[in-house]
């Protein structure tokens, strides 16, 4: 019981039900005619070019938001309706194991967010969704973005192409998850993520790596005094083949 009173804080709602969060309450939002869409633009463009249609669909139907450092985007058990464009920001991901949080992913700068889950059907979020810094946004309903794919056929290379990149993001999660050693652990994200090692606060990175914020700050420590500053990986002892057994 102790625990379900701890998660209400940012799970308010009776177990079970399904909620639709009223992203309004949470968020600075406006919708003007027409707006700058460019950074999104840019980014969808890079995957598949974009046809004038399309571009002109967006700019007249995304939404600008604000969303202030440890707002919540979304909670946990509720449905999600909406695709968000970080146009500036740090947003992550994050479940509770008992009373402990576990950040599953963070996103930032020309990176969209959602839950992908609900692109498919109206099913609740198995994460909350935070802002780690104040965040400026871009929002595009499901309902609009389903237009979208229904009556310019060419947009559905774009949406293809991204379910491609998360889906290769979610397998280079999964081999993270796998990796033993903290400090292979730190390595592999520094090379991914290294802009974010400033960014983000270290208990959110320590959580993601699957580490605590002491083993974290004991591998930051080695690395710093490390002559390149990121020892290299340790080569593992070659086996000779010739004498394995199979």
């Given at each position: 019981?102790?625990?379900?009173?701890?998660?209400?804080?940012?799970?308010?709602?009776?177990?079970?039900?399904?909620?639709?969060?009223?992203?309004?309450?949470?968020?600075?939002?406006?919708?003007?005619?027409?707006i700058?869409?460019?950074?999104?633009?840019?980014?969808?463009?890079?995957?598949?070019?974009?046809?004038k249609?399309?571009?002109?669909?967006?700019c007249?139907?995304?939404?600008?938001?604000?969303?202030?450092?440890k707002?919540?985007?979304?909670?946990?058990?509720?449905?999600?309706?909406?695709?968000?464009?970080?146009?500036?920001?740090?947003?992550?991901?994050?479940?509770?194991?008992?009373?402990?949080?576990?950040?599953?992913?963070?996103?930032?700068?020309?990176?969209?967010?959602?839950?992908?889950?609900?692109?498919?059907?109206?099913?609740?979020?198995?994460?909350?969704?935070?802002?780690?810094?104040?965040?400026e946004?871009?929002?595009?309903?499901?309902?609009?973005?389903n237009?979208?794919?229904?009556?310019?056929?060419?947009?559905?290379?774009?949406?293809?192409?991204?379910?491609?990149?998360?889906?290769?993001?979610?397998?280079?999660?999964?081999?993270?998850?796998?990796?033993n050693?903290?400090?292979?652990?730190?390595?592999?994200?520094?090379?991914?993520?290294?802009?974010?090692?400033?960014?983000?606060?270290?208990?959110?990175?320590?959580?993601?790596?699957?580490?605590?914020?002491?083993?974290?700050?004991?591998?930051?420590?080695?690395?710093?005094?490390?002559?390149?500053?990121v020892?290299?990986?340790t080569?593992?002892?070659?086996?000779?083949?010739?004498?394995?057994?199979?």
């Amino acid at each position: 019981m102790t625990a379900c009173k701890k998660r209400s804080k940012y799970n308010s709602e009776a177990a079970g039900k399904i909620v639709f969060l009223k992203t309004t309450n949470l968020l600075t939002m406006d919708r003007p005619q027409s707006i700058d869409a460019t950074p999104l633009l840019h980014v969808l463009s890079c995957l598949h070019p974009l046809t004038k249609r399309v571009e002109d669909y967006l700019c007249n139907h995304v939404r600008p938001m604000k969303v202030k450092k440890k707002k919540l985007l979304l909670r946990e058990g509720t449905i999600c309706n909406n695709v968000y464009f970080i146009r500036k920001g740090v947003i992550r991901g994050f479940t509770f194991e008992g009373q402990r949080e576990i950040t599953t992913w963070i996103s930032t700068d020309n990176e969209l967010v959602t839950s992908i889950p609900a692109l498919d059907e109206p099913v609740p979020s198995l994460d909350n969704i935070q802002a780690i810094e104040d965040c400026e946004l871009l929002m595009l309903s499901f309902e609009e973005l389903n237009w979208l794919y229904e009556h310019y056929p060419e947009f559905n290379y774009v949406g293809r192409k991204l379910i491609q990149r998360y889906y290769g993001d979610a397998e280079r999660r999964a081999y993270l998850a796998r990796l033993n050693n903290a400090e292979d652990k730190y390595r592999y994200f520094l090379g991914r993520h290294e802009a974010l090692s400033t960014r983000v606060p270290l208990r959110y990175i320590a959580s993601y790596l699957g580490i605590t914020l002491e083993t974290l700050s004991r591998v930051r420590r080695r690395f710093a005094r490390a002559p390149e500053g990121v020892p290299t990986k340790t080569e593992k002892k070659k086996v000779d083949r010739s004498q394995i057994i199979y």
